[in-house]
């Protein structure tokens, strides 16, 4: 079994886009809509990594980061911010957050699996 990511993004394309992105990666991929189904995904899946939009309904992504960073069990999963604001405020205030790095939307994939691949690069050991 690949790596788990947990996708939550209220924009049901994004979360398509990066679904088959991450997939086509070798990633199995779980998807949320929303802050609240964010956390239960957190719970129910226990994923290697987060990528999670900023602005979303029921909780806000910084809300879910700080969440799951209270966690002892999930605070080691990297958490990573994705917005399409560019104030550099967001920055710090997502890394306050506990949040593992920023990426800005539009991204194009390389970026994407790029940032990932800094977490777990080619042939490190996969989940069993």
Same mark, same amino acid.
Do not use: N, Q, Y
């Given at each position: 079994m690949g790596r788990r990511i947990l996708v939550a993004d209220d924009n049901i394309d994004t979360r398509q886009i990066l679904r088959a992105l991450l997939t086509r990666s070798g990633y199995d991929v779980f998807l949320a809509c929303d802050g609240r189904e964010a956390l239960n995904e957190f719970e129910r899946v226990h994923p290697d990594l987060a990528?999670?939009?900023? +602005? +979303?309904? $029921?909780?806000?992504?910084? $809300?879910?980061?700080?969440?799951?960073k209270s966690i002892p069990h999930l605070r080691s999963v990297p958490v990573v911010i994705i917005t399409a604001k560019t104030d550099a405020s967001l920055k710090e205030e997502s890394r306050s957050a506990g949040a593992d790095a920023v990426l800005i939307k539009p991204f194009n994939p390389r970026e994407i699996v790029g940032t990932i691949r800094k977490y777990f690069p080619p042939g490190s050991e996969e989940r069993n």
């Open positions: 990528l999670i939009d900023v +602005m +979303m309904p $029921e909780l806000s992504g910084l $809300e879910v980061c700080r969440a799951v």
